[in-house]
């Protein structure tokens, strides 16, 4: 019998006959680019979380873009969050002209150690942005309360983390025991924001795509205005009253639109929608094998002399995004080779994240290093091995024997 060759990527999307199908519905009809799939999408995002609004951007990074804005976070503002991200989370307040101040992450988790933020706040602060590192939720409550103490906005970043669900404390006024405190990420009972990515790694996909979620009126109109290009048609929203009270009101031409601020074509097409609408429809089932794959990787490898696996706390469940190991001591200095030899036996690794601030870009700016060490002992530890909903038993057994056979040649 042939030897099966693999390649097996850290993630990947899943996309089957039936999201075609959506997609070559929305190409054969009229509106391609803004018809009725952009709200049907956001609705049924709402829906899904629990949150009020939704609104869907074209990138992940566009949405964070968004949120930030629609936060008024401004020239020489500041923001609190995690240097174990990817770049947009940071980059996004410096297109804002805001800084970044990264506040180092717990060692287990790898998020944002929530007893580090206070002591990072400063008269600039204005915002605290949590990532939900590898689907596994940040303890938003606890972050929650820190902000409202300072009187901070809490933007969550929670790209990775579609699906997942985080248990909040019982109210103290209730008579019965609350046994089912359970609510997905995105939600917004404890953020005023909620950014996902529909970037094919992730938890489902619009090839590019993200959204922001929220349960206020005011961030949820500014998302829309940011959204294209700072322009409305709805008539009630028009700044110039002349022409909407004033004597000449029954002449509003048809054509009028408004620009009231200045946004960016940041808009998700019908096409990307249909595929979003289709997709959300599989997402508890992605993160159902997500969880199982999780498992037999936690039963694989427990107790092993080689690396430390990723733990759920008893108050999250992961969406498991990433698998991500740490090397232990005796191994962390052999990170490189031990890479380069799991991808010359197909598993496609990789590693999450450089700390933001060591980034070229970031140390020019005067970044310096050293100032998050626990992020900078994790990147020198961590790697990421496949995981995503289409990984069959038998690729996912490929993998864990690979990884122990490269463990025991290094
Ligand atoms: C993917 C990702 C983003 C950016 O999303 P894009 O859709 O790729 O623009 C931002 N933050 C985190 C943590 C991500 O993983």
């Known amino acids: 019998m042939q030897k099966k060759e693999y390649y097996l990527p850290y993630g990947h999307q899943y996309i089957d006959e039936e999201d075609i199908k959506e997609v070559v519905k929305v190409l054969k009809g009229d509106w391609i680019t803004q018809g009725s799939k952009v709200a049907e999408f956001g609705k049924d995002l709402a829906d899904y979380t629990g949150a009020k609004y939704a609104v869907v951007f074209n990138s992940g990074t566009a949405a964070l873009h968004t949120a930030y804005f629609a936060a008024n976070i401004k020239e020489d503002d500041e923001i609190i969050t995690s240097p174990i991200t990817f770049l947009s989370t940071a980059n996004a307040a410096l297109f804002l002209r805001?800084?970044?101040?990264?506040?180092?992450?717990?060692?287990?988790?790898?998020?944002?150690?929530?007893?580090?933020?206070?002591?990072?706040?400063?008269?600039?602060?204005?915002?605290?942005?949590?990532?939900?590192?590898?689907?596994?939720p940040v303890d938003l409550e606890k972050i929650s309360k820190i902000a409202k103490k300072h009187n901070l906005l809490v933007i969550e970043d929670a790209c990775h983390a579609l699906g997942a669900e985080y248990r909040y404390s019982s109210q103290p006024s209730t008579h019965h025991l609350q046994l089912d405190n359970w609510v997905k990420v995105g939600n917004c009972r404890y953020s005023d924001m909620t950014i996902f990515s529909f970037h094919p790694v992730k938890s489902i996909t619009t090839g590019e795509g993200g959204a922001v979620l929220t349960n206020n009126k005011k961030f949820y109109e500014k998302l829309l205005l940011f959204r294209n290009h700072g322009v409305t048609q709805n008539p009630d929203k028009f700044l110039n009253k002349d022409l909407v009270s004033g004597p000449t009101s029954h002449l509003l031409p048809s054509w009028y639109y408004e620009m009231q601020l200045l946004g960016y074509n940041y808009r998700l097409t019908d096409i990307q929608c249909a595929l979003g609408i289709s997709q959300l429809k599989k997402l508890s089932k992605f993160i159902q094998r997500r969880r199982e794959i999780a498992q037999i990787y936690q039963d694989a490898f427990k107790n092993n002399d080689f690396f430390d696996l990723p733990q759920e706390k008893d108050y999250a469940k992961s969406s498991w995004h990433l698998y991500p190991i740490k090397l232990k001591d005796k191994y962390k200095n052999k990170k490189r080779e031990i890479f380069a030899k799991l991808r010359g036996k197909g598993l496609g690794v990789q590693v999450h994240y450089i700390p933001v601030y060591w980034q070229p870009y970031y140390q020019e700016l005067g970044y310096k290093k050293g100032i998050c060490p626990n992020?900078?002992?994790?990147?020198?530890?961590?790697?990421?091995?496949?995981?995503?909903?289409?990984?069959?038993?038998?690729?996912?057994?490929?993998?864990?024997?690979?990884?122990f056979e490269v463990f025991k040649e290094v």
């Open 375 to 403: 992020a900078e002992d994790f990147y020198r530890r961590e790697i990421s091995i496949p995981l995503y909903p289409a990984m069959s038993d038998e690729e996912i057994e490929y993998v864990t024997r690979k990884i």
């Open 98 to 136: 805001a800084y970044p101040v990264f506040v180092d992450i717990e060692k287990d988790t790898g998020n944002i150690n929530p007893d580090l933020i206070e002591k990072a706040i400063t008269k600039r602060t204005k915002a605290i942005i949590p990532v939900d590192y590898g689907g596994y």
